[in-house]
């Protein structure tokens, strides 16, 4: 589980650049957006949602510009299927043993409901944020970057109930492994959409008095 810890850095570094890119639309913040996808993906296989949502926000613009979206994919990855092209080479499968040890053979709903036991006592002291969370969406649904990070968010509760949750649930831990790396953008769609609030109400306020 010590990869969690650059999964955040990681994440929060591609966020800031997807949110650079947003407001520039310079291809050198695009391929440095890639590099961070794809340090990403060879950190962990599941970093998959996090590129490929990524990819999917970008569409509009990639398909736009050809030449940029080319490089952008090579940079995001070329090094995965390098690496990829190696365990098949070397181990004669692309998957990795995880994947054998949590979901190869384990019935859906076993796996998913041992995550939901253990994700509902997680996420009970925390009812109160999951459904002010649309909420915030509702002033930020202009912006492609927090509609991006409201959907990873999604995405990676959801995975957890896919894969059955960590095999660390009874420790303590909090956040597991599937969900610690989305935690600090549902403070930041907090702050944001708490901000936003605040400005339309007092537009209100000001304009009525």
């Known amino acids: 589980g010590m990869e969690c810890g650059p999964q955040v850095l990681l994440f929060l570094l591609g966020m800031d650049q997807f949110l650079a890119f947003e407001s520039e639309n310079s291809p050198k913040r695009l391929f440095q ?22 990819i999917l926000f970008l569409a509009p613009w990639l ?5 940029a979206a080319l490089k952008f994919l090579l940079i995001t990855g070329l090094p995965m299927a390098l690496y ?6 070397y181990f004669g499968d692309i998957f990795p043993n995880t994947y054998y040890l ?13 995550a939901w036991f253990h994700f509902k006592e997680w996420a ?24 991006m990070a409201f959907v990873l968010i999604c995405t990676y ?18 956040a597991n492994r599937f969900t610690t790396i989305v935690i600090p953008w549902v403070f930041i769609i907090f702050a944001a959409g708490g901000y936003a609030w605040g400005k339309m109400i007092q537009g209100k306020v000001g304009a009525f008095v």
Request: charged fraction near 20%; proline fraction near 5%.
């Open 33 to 54: 957006l890639g590099g961070v996808l794809a340090a990403a993906l060879l950190l962990r296989m599941d970093m998959v949602f996090f590129v490929g949502i990524s």
């Open 63 to 67: 398909l736009k510009n050809r030449n």
């Open 84 to 89: 990829m092209l190696f365990r098949w080479f």
């Open 102 to 114: 949590k979901l190869y053979q384990i019935p859906l709903d076993f796996r998913f409901e041992r």
């Open 124 to 147: 009970k002291p925390l009812w109160l944020i999951g459904l002010l969370i649309p909420l915030m969406m509702i002033p930020l649904r202009k912006s492609k970057s927090m509609w």
């Open 157 to 174: 509760l959801l995975y957890n109930l896919y894969v059955g949750g960590d095999a660390w649930e009874e420790s303590g831990v909090g």
